[in-house]
């Protein structure tokens, strides 16, 4: 294996890394609306088991932004693990001598795909959060 050849894989896998990082800080974005969700989600519980009345609607918002929350980490963690997949077949591809972007190519859109749908996830359980403040007041 040549170095050059490795320097070029280096190259190719950087944005991936990038795009690795930004998912990651996605994530934690998001993780921190789950972890918002389930502490007001107790409160209300916990209101609920003091006696209190809690409107319906607002358990049932509850419980639809945390599925969406969900799914949109469950979305970005199935597209991590295809993006380091294909960092990983392209240096695999680069140290065998195959060409391997039959494989990679489709591995990566796939990803890509996945991090829009967490996306419009997380968009869905933004608004549907805007609308219910925006119902109390």
């Known amino acids: 294996m040549e170095p050059e050849s490795l320097y070029k894989a280096i190259q190719l896998s950087e ?3 990038f795009l ?3 998912i990651r800080a996605l994530m934690n974005v ?3 609306r789950l972890v918002r ?4 989600a107790r409160k209300t519980k916990a209101a609920l088991d003091a006696g209190e009345t809690i409107d319906e609607q ?3 918002v ?3 932004r945390m599925q969406l929350t969900i799914h949109a980490i469950e979305l ?3 597209a991590t693990l295809l993006i380091s997949t294909v960092v990983a077949g392209m240096f695999f591809g680069v140290i065998s001598r195959i060409n391997l972007t039959l494989v990679v190519l489709p ?5 890509m795909v996945l991090v829009m749908l967490a996306s419009i996830y997380f968009l869905r359980g933004v608004l549907m959060a805007s609308a219910h403040v925006i119902r109390l007041f």
């Open 20 to 22: 690795l990082a930004s």
């Open 107 to 111: 591995l990566f859109i796939t990803a």
């Open 37 to 40: 969700i389930v502490d007001n």
């Open 58 to 60: 607002e358990q049932v």
């Open 76 to 78: 970005l963690t199935a």
């Open 15 to 17: 944005a991936s890394v």
């Open 30 to 32: 998001i993780s921190g």
């Open 62 to 64: 509850y419980c639809s």
